[in-house]
């Protein structure tokens, strides 16, 4: 089935949490997840699990054919990790939820660029630790990294820093300066480094440069963590990796019971390892789709006169709107409560988004132009801060 061809009714008939939490008439644009058809690869590989009746205990790392083909894939977008240093893991919450545990000294805060995934902010929670947020700086068309702001988050010691890269919410792919200062400054308070790329196969022509790649340094401290969820659109299946390009902290893993490791799905397990063997013409299909989601509505926000609260991601299928301007106590809940479109609150995403919505923009186009439409007509009937009254306003107030 083409990308296109795929409805809400059939993403409604997949019976998930996606498009299963609101009523009918709300167009919902939260979960991050794709409105697509899975890759035929994927659907022919799972198919055959389920002939085989593959519902057992899956089969050890170690035994098993995905490291291998994990660690060329990992190679060919730049993370240098020999097969026996991949890892498997259920989902990579559990595998951050782990690294923090057993990587870092008890009791250290973690540091997190915000806006971020709101799933870190509670792994960090699960870990019992406390959560040091360091929000990033946004311009009129990026969003830049407060180096100060880390560097006092690194001081009054924090033992590791989540770093999301491309970034869930703003699709914000660091560049090559700032993962090196990043790294700089974790080599000088040695701090761990958990770098999360699982959205990086999602882009829109930007260098991806993992966060590994950068120096022999970065590359000890840190431990990267990765999966086909999001590229392809699998999270159900639960599998996930991480890549160890530390050889110690691959022993390390060894020691952790195996109660906390567990979960892996073999299902999802040959569904990985067809996506990232087979996936690929499938990928560049859903990319282009993407693409001209995301410029569809940079656009209809443009016409609209709203055009200043996106920046257009370079990476994954997250907008990033800022409502700021707009007198709305809880934007998320006045979008849905008034333009009938679920999105997700800035809130979420840290202490310093509330005033931000994330609209998940991977559903068919005129959905989207729907919900965009929407939204537009809803905010425009709110008044933005600062209006000047006309003399009519004034004088019938
Ligand atoms: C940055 C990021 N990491 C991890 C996940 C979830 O991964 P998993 O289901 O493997 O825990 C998501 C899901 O949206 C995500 O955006």
Redesign the pocket.
Known sequence: MKISDWTIDDSRARGCKRWGVYPSSTIDLT???MDFPVADPILNAVQDAVGRQAFGYPIPDADSTLPAVASRWLGAQGVSVPPQQVRL????????TNAIRYFTAPGTPVAVITP??S??LDAVTAAERLIYQVPMTRTTDRYELDLDALENAFKNGSGSLIL?N????TGHVFTRSELTAISHLAERYRVRVFA?E??APIRYGREFIPYSSVGSRAAEHSIT?T?A??AWNI?GL?C?FIAFTNEADNRTWERIPRAAKGGISPLGMVATEAALTSGGPWLTEAIEVLRGNRDAMVDALGESGLGHIMIPPDA?Y?AWLDLREFELADAAEYLRDVAAVATTPGGEHGAAESGFVRVNFATPRDVLLEAVDRMTSALRATRPRGTILSEYEVASH
Do not use: Q
């Open positions: 979960v991050a997840e893991i259920s989902d990579i919450i559990k595998g951050l971020t995934y799933r870190f999301c491309p970034v869930n919410p999360d699982v959205h963590f999966s969820s999001k999270p639960r996930a994954t997250l």
